[in-house]
Structures are given as C-alpha cells and as structure tokens.
T-cell receptor, first 113, second 114 residues
C-alpha cells in the first residue's frame, strides 16, 4: 500500500473487554513498531518486530498487552481485560530495516469506558 | 525516565518569523535525531533528521542544529507559515540496547498567526 494503514481508526470498548488493533505496514518493510500516545504526550515505544519475531517488547506495560506478526507483514496488537488507563492513540510504524526511517500510520484511538 | 527533554511546550510565531524548538538528550548511545510533524488526527510524519557526524542539516525552510558536546539539538523553521501550525516532536535512537528504539520528546504545539 501507499502508507501504513491502521484499523479501526476509532475503537470504543467497555472496561474489561478484549480488543484487537490491526496494522498493515508499507509493502517490503521488514521492521514494524507499535507506539502508544497519550493526550499531550509524545509516542511511547511498546514493541518492535523484525520479520515475524518480536525483537524487543520491553515497552509493553504488562501482560495484558500482546502483539503478533505471524507472516512478517500485518501485525495485531491485542489488549486483554482493558482498563480506562489504556485509553490512548495506538500508533504503528514501519521501516525498510531496523533503524531506518520510520513511517507512521494515522493511529487507532482507543477509548475504554 | 525521560531521556529526551523538549521545549517550549507551545509556541506562537507570526507568519514569516522563525520558529525555534529545542531538545536535550541524556543517553550518549543515541546517534539518530529525527524531527516529526503531527497534525490533529494524523500520525507523526518525518520532517528532517540528523546524525551526529554533522552539526547542521538544512532541508528547505527546516534546519536542524546539533551540538554533540552539549547533547542538544534544535529545529529552526524559517519563514514560518500558517500551514506549519502543528505539533512537533523531537526524537532520538541508537544502534544497541535500550537506545535502539525511538524515544520521543513531549512535543511542541506551534501556532503560526497571520
């Protein structure tokens, strides 16, 4: 595709529910990143994939958060037992290789009520 | 631990003026310093980036100045235009270990007035 695509663009869910956020990176980009951006803050790193494997998941806040990239392209960020504090914009980015210029999607705005 | 400090938090500049945003970093392992521009409802878009082997990089109206000894870098927007009104983030990353991921500043909301 022309850019990084994230779906849905908005998601409202009830506290305690499970959500999945999808990221479709730029074709041919091997590196994929997830970031979380709270209101008025800069993006915070969550997890990085090189190919299919999670190379660095040190930013995931707790074990309710999990991400996969089974075929080395599309990635899904999964959040179990959502809490109101999980409300934020979740950003996905991809780059041709690790450390290369990162291109961001438009984000998924998650609201937990 | 905030590894990249950004100032000011907000900035109002008249059309045609110079906008200056400053960042300071702590981790000496950082060796890539990009600036991102973000409009409401959009993801950050890479504006310009620098590596520490040069002290300045210019692309059109945008210039990064880099001071390795002071661990500071800044973005200058010359001839600022209303279309430049957005939030700007500095960031930094390195090649290894905990530095090997983009760490962002807290952002500067720029408003360019007519």
């Amino acid at each position: 595709g022309a850019g990084v695509s994230q779906t849905p663009s908005n998601k409202v869910t009830e506290k305690g529910k499970y959500v999945e956020l999808r990221c479709d990176p730029i074709s041919g980009h091997t590196a994929l990143y997830w970031y979380r951006q709270s209101l008025g803050q800069g993006p915070e790193f969550l997890i990085y994939f090189q190919g299919t494997g999670a190379a660095d998941d040190s930013g995931l806040p707790n074990d309710r958060f999990f991400a996969v990239r089974p075929e080395g392209s599309v990635s899904t960020l999964k959040i179990q037992r959502t809490e109101r504090g999980d409300s934020a914009v979740y950003l996905c980015a991809s780059s041709i290789k690790w450390g290369g210029e990162a291109f961001f999607g438009q984000g998924t705005r998650l609201t937990v009520v | 631990q905030q590894q990249v400090k950004q100032s000011p938090q907000s900035l109002i500049v008249q059309k045609g003026g110079i906008s200056i945003i400053n960042c300071a970093y702590e981790n000496t392992a950082f060796d890539y310093f990009p600036w991102y521009q973000q409009f409401p409802g959009k993801g950050p878009a890479l504006l310009i980036a620098i590596r520490p082997d040069v002290s300045e990089k210019k692309e059109g109206r945008f210039t990064i100045s880099f001071n390795k000894s002071a661990k500071q870098f800044s973005l200058h927007i010359m001839d600022s235009q209303p279309g430049d009104s957005a939030t700007y983030f500095c960031a930094a990353s390195g090649r290894t270990g905990t530095a090997s991921k983009l760490t962002f500043g807290t952002g500067t909301r720029l408003q360019v007035t007519l």
